[in-house]
Each structure stands twice: as C-alpha cells, then as structure tokens.
T-cell receptor, first 114, second 104 residues
Framework: DAGVTQSPTHLIKTRGQQVTLRCSPKSGHDTVSWYQQALGQGPQFIFQYYEEEERQRGNFPDRFSGHQFPNYSSELNVNALLLGDSALYLC?????????????FGEGSWLTVV | GIQVEQSPPDLILQEGANSTLRCNFSDSVNNLQWFHQNPWGQLINLFYIPSGTKQNGRLSATTVATERYSLLYISSSQTTDSGVYFCSGNQFYFGTGTSLTVIP
C-alpha cells in the first residue's frame, strides 16, 4: 500500500521563477492538504483540496495556487518565487475529513530559491 | 487562527530517561494529532487523540479537550526517539515543536 508520494524531492529555483510540486495521496484517500515548513518552524497550512475544489485556505498570497485531479493527486504551484519561499513543502492526505481521520504526510519537497 | 504552544522547546535526555511533552491550544480543536519529524523531514503519525488516553509501546498520549491541552509521554527513551515532535489541531494548526535529543 503506497503512502503519500511527493515529487521532486529537491529542487533549486531562481527568484522570480515558477515552480510546480506534485503529490499522490495514500490509496483510498480523497483529501489533500499542502503545508510550508521553514527551517526551525512548524508546518504552516497553505490549502486543502477535496473533490477537485479548494476547501480551506491558510494565510498565503495568491502566488500560491493548487489543483486536484480526478484521481485525487494534487499540484502546488508557486509563482514569482521569493527568497523567503525557500522551505520544505509537505503534502498530506486523509479520507473523509469530516469524520476526523488521521492525516498522513509525504516525505516533502525541499525548495531552495536563489 | 488558533495558537498552539508546545513545551519545552528543546529537551536533552540520557538514554533510558522518561519525558513529558506538552501542547496547549488557544481554542478548542478537533483532530488533535502528535507527529514525530525525523532528520530527513518526514512527519510520522504517533497518535490521533482528540480526547482521552492512548498508548503505543513506550509512547502514550493524553488529551484533556475541556482544558485544551495534550501531553505526550516517552518512557525509556532511545536514541531513535531523537527528532522534533509536533502536535496539531484541526489538521491546520501546528505548534513550533519540541526538539528532543537522546544521548547514549
């Protein structure tokens, strides 16, 4: 049973560029959430997708956008990259959020903006 | 948003010692979970514990929802317990973590 998978694992981008990160949820899960974790900090919630719609959003600018596909996989897009966007980006999946099920995290994508 | 405070921020233990980590929430939360983040960055589920007490081997957790706090107990600590421990509420709110180092 594959867990949550993310790609790429590491990447380096130049300030002003755009980046796309990808996530495949755990088998049987239909809800995907994205988090940004800066060094020494806890994960910060970016947004959550369910049934291909953004259901919840944290305090992140519009440069951060996402998408969920019919197979429940998801992408996180960040435009006009800033140096401060350098962080670990985590994807988590869950099933039937309203029932309070556990979320499971992928290994993350380490983004460095230079 | 809800504020999550974790204490202590840093903890150094001798192997075999016991410890208690605490998580306080500024408001009521659902879906309270504890995670362990390994040195490579992956967050591993420890407990889903919106209320009550659960145990898993040397680890146990207690949540008192009415008082908006949760405790994680680690007994007979091992070097592999080292890492950062996070609690989260509602799946959206995370604390800043407790960094645990267990020395042999």
């Amino acid at each position: 049973d594959a867990g949550v998978t993310q790609s790429p694992t590491h990447l380096i981008k130049t300030r002003g560029q755009q980046v796309t990160l990808r996530c495949s949820p755990k088998s049987g899960h239909d809800t995907v959430s994205w988090y940004q974790q800066a060094l020494g900090q806890g994960p910060q919630f970016i947004f959550q997708y369910y049934e291909e719609e953004e259901r919840q959003r944290g305090n992140f600018p519009d440069r951060f956008s996402g998408h969920q596909f019919p197979n429940y996989s998801s992408e996180l897009n960040v435009n006009a990259l800033l140096l401060g966007d350098s962080a670990l980006y985590l994807c988590a999946s869950s099933s039937d959020l309203s029932s309070g099920n556990t979320i499971y995290f992928g290994e993350g994508s380490w983004l460095t903006v230079v | 948003g809800i504020q999550v405070e974790q204490s202590p921020p840093d903890l150094i233990l001798q192997e075999g010692a016991n410890s208690t980590l605490r998580c306080n929430f500024s408001d009521s939360v659902n879906n309270l979970q504890w995670f362990h983040q390994n040195p490579w960055g992956q967050l591993i589920n420890l407990f889903y514990i919106p209320s009550g007490t659960k145990q898993n081997g040397r680890l146990s957790a207690t949540t008192v929802a009415t008082e908006r706090y949760s405790l994680l107990y680690i007994s007979s600590s091992q070097t592999t317990d080292s890492g950062v421990y996070f609690c989260s509420g509602n799946q959206f709110y995370f604390g800043t973590g407790t960094s645990l180092t267990v020395i042999p």
